[in-house]
């Protein structure tokens, strides 16, 4: 008596997911029919051509700078200081006065050193005089003449002190900060301050051994520079190559000259450095935002016509390898051809399939170079 209400209560139950699933199957059956209804409106995109361009070959590193003459001027001799006639951070000329020592001992013994040797000079010039005439005899002329000598190295030796004691810049360069005060007794090897010679300026930098070909005496190299304003580029030509390759790296060492106008490099900087070969190579190019970068392969969208639909345009994605960028434009080393349209801009919204329509009325004007505007 109590098994047939079960087995009302279970038939009820499975008359209801019945009725559910049919009436499940019907709702998505409609809106199957309906989305095959629905036309999806074509995306409206800018496109760019695949161009075939010829870019400059170079060779990019990693440089510091070196004036081209520098040098910590330091005093030779102790001495006083009695004067510091430079400014910090001027320029000088070759032979300028720096920094004068208390010479007052040493400008009173020259006065007696050439007194004596005024006093020998004449009686080496008696003697010569009475040799010719055999009044004295050699030996006299001879201690007559060594006396003369003597006397003018003593002479000589004082006038080296007090230059050595008036130190003064050894080439034109731009000074650094003072490091010595009027009044302070300096010892030798005492630094005074920098002197660097500015303009040109040198810089060093390596290469791997795969381009020694490409390095060469006379190339021109660009130089740029966070140090530098905006899209600054300086210029200048590789002036030696080191004749061996180091062990340790297998790098080859290069130094250039580059102009330096308004001393805006300094040395130790670090600079960006291109060497421009002699020769261009070919490249197909496409602008930069055209490509939807991923971590597994990068990807641009070609625009093609839709075969298997109503003859509109689609876009198709296509896996390619970039190469170098410049500018605007980044190279394609493979997966696109010629003449082949790509979207230009605003690939993210993409998918592979999609109809579109072209308009490239707001399409952005590439440029190789481009300068960032202030505004």
Do not use: C
Not at 152 to 166: G, V
């Amino acid at each position: 008596m109590k098994i047939k209400p079960l087995l009302f209560g279970i038939g009820g139950i499975v008359v209801v997911i019945g009725l559910l699933a049919g009436t499940k199957t019907l709702q998505i059956g409609t809106l199957i029919k309906t989305s095959k209804k629905i036309k999806i409106l074509p995306e409206v995109v800018a496109t760019s051509q695949v161009q075939q361009q010829s870019w400059e070959s170079l060779v990019t590193a990693v440089g510091s700078l070196e004036a081209v003459q520098g040098v910590t001027v330091a005093a030779e001799l102790t001495g006083k200081v009695v004067a510091i006639p430079f400014e910090p951070g001027g320029r000088v000329k070759a032979g300028d006065l720096l920094v004068q020592q208390d010479i007052s001992q040493e400008t009173a013994q020259l006065r007696a050193a050439e007194a004596a040797a005024a006093l020998a000079q004449v009686t080496f010039e008696r003697a010569r005089k009475m040799l010719a005439t055999k009044v004295v005899a050699e030996a006299n002329y001879d201690t007559a003449e060594s006396q003369f000598k003597q006397s003018l190295a003593q002479a000589d030796t004082i006038r080296a002190i007090i230059a050595k004691k008036t130190i003064r810049a050894p080439f034109s360069g731009r000074l650094g900060i003072r490091l010595i005060h009027i009044g302070q007794i300096i010892r030798e090897s005492t630094p005074i301050v920098s002197l660097q010679s500015l303009d040109p300026i040198l810089v060093n930098f390596l290469v791997p051994q795969q381009q020694l070909a490409q390095v060469r005496p006379g190339y021109p190299v660009r130089i740029t520079s966070d140090g530098l304003p905006a899209g600054q580029v300086v210029t200048g030509a590789i002036t030696a190559v080191n004749p061996e390759i180091d062990l340790a790296s297998r790098n080859l060492r290069v130094q250039a000259t580059v102009t330096n106008q308004g001393e805006l490099l300094r040395p130790g900087m670090f600079v960006n450095v291109a060497v421009v070969q002699p020769q261009s190579s070919p490249v197909m190019v496409i602008p930069a935002t055209a490509v939807l970068y991923a971590p597994y392969s990068d990807s641009v969208f070609i625009v093609e016509r839709d075969q298997a639909g109503e003859g509109g345009q689609v876009v198709r994605q296509q896996f390619v390898r970039l190469g170098e960028k410049r500018g605007d434009f980044v190279a394609i080393a493979s997966g696109l051809a010629p003449e082949q349209t790509v979207v230009a801009t605003g690939v993210f919204k993409l998918r592979n399939g999609q109809p579109v329509t072209i308009d490239n009325a707001l399409l952005p004007d590439f440029k190789l170079a481009p300068q960032p505007r202030d505004d």
